[in-house]
Nanobody
């Protein structure tokens, strides 16, 4: 069992930065692939970034490549999403999730946090 709690969301101006954190409880955190997803109003939830168990491998959506960076600290049971050069189209609720597979498919993620709101003003 894994419980995930996101934090770090908020309101920021275009071009600004935020760092999201996702703290996990449960023994299996360090054996799970972790991902960040987002959902804007009226849109489907979409993949943002993922990171392998070791933290060495990362993969990001084209829409955020070069601006967002995912990382993890297994000793602290925490995964991060550093978001730079934010744009209004990044406005969404951001979720972290855990999976047993390296995948962008949200259907393969079986544990989810409650989400944190990110709003980017123009």
């Amino acid at each position: 069992q894994v419980q995930l709690v996101e934090s770090g969301g908020g309101l920021v101006q275009t071009g600004g930065s935020l760092r999201l954190s996702c703290a996990a409880s449960g023994r299996v955190f360090s054996s799970r692939v972790l991902g960040w997803f987002r959902q804007a109003p009226g849109k489907e939830r979409e993949f943002v970034a993922g990171i392998t168990v070791s933290g060495i491998g990362t993969y990001t959506a084209d829409s955020v490549k070069g601006r967002f960076t995912i990382s993890r600290d297994n000793a602290k049971n925490t995964v991060y999403l550093q978001m730079n050069n934010l744009k209004p189209e990044d406005t969404a609720v951001y979720y972290c999730a855990a999976s047993t597979k390296i995948t962008r498919d949200l259907r393969e993620y079986d544990y989810w946090g409650q989400g944190t709101q990110v709003t980017v003003s123009s």
